[in-house]
């Protein structure tokens, strides 16, 4: 499957992800939505996913790019930033404990369900 093609894929898969949550007023964001339903086709056609592999290897190789968008809104957004320093401090150490906890809960219980079937 070409690289346009791929990219076209991925971008209908957002658009349908983004149409979805302004219809049904969700409070995920509808990159979120698309990713699930490319999931969903992608786990009931598999020949896809061997078919998209090579291009989306390209995109990974890339993934850097995508962070820049991100530094540009931190520098746009800075004196925010600097009012709200403590709130976004806390709930990024917040978020990262908690998120380290459930990865390593879920790790510890597939630990378990493996040793259990073998």
Do not use: C, D, N
Request: proline share 5%; net charge positive.
């Amino acid at each position: 499957m070409s690289f346009l093609t791929v990219i076209t894929l991925l971008l209908v898969y957002q658009l349908i992800g983004e149409l979805i949550v302004l219809e049904w007023t969700l409070p995920i964001p509808g990159p979120v939505i698309g990713m699930l339903l490319l999931l969903a086709t992608l786990l009931i056609k598999k020949p896809l996913a061997a078919q998209m592999q090579a291009s989306t290897q390209q995109i990974l190789s890339h993934l850097s790019l995508l962070f820049i968008p991100a530094g540009v809104g931190v520098m746009v957004h800075l004196p925010r930033l600097q009012q709200e320093w403590l709130a976004i401090t806390l709930a990024l150490l917040i978020s990262t404990v908690f998120g380290l906890l459930i990865t390593a809960w879920i790790m510890l219980l597939m630990m378990k369900l493996f040793k259990e079937r073998i």
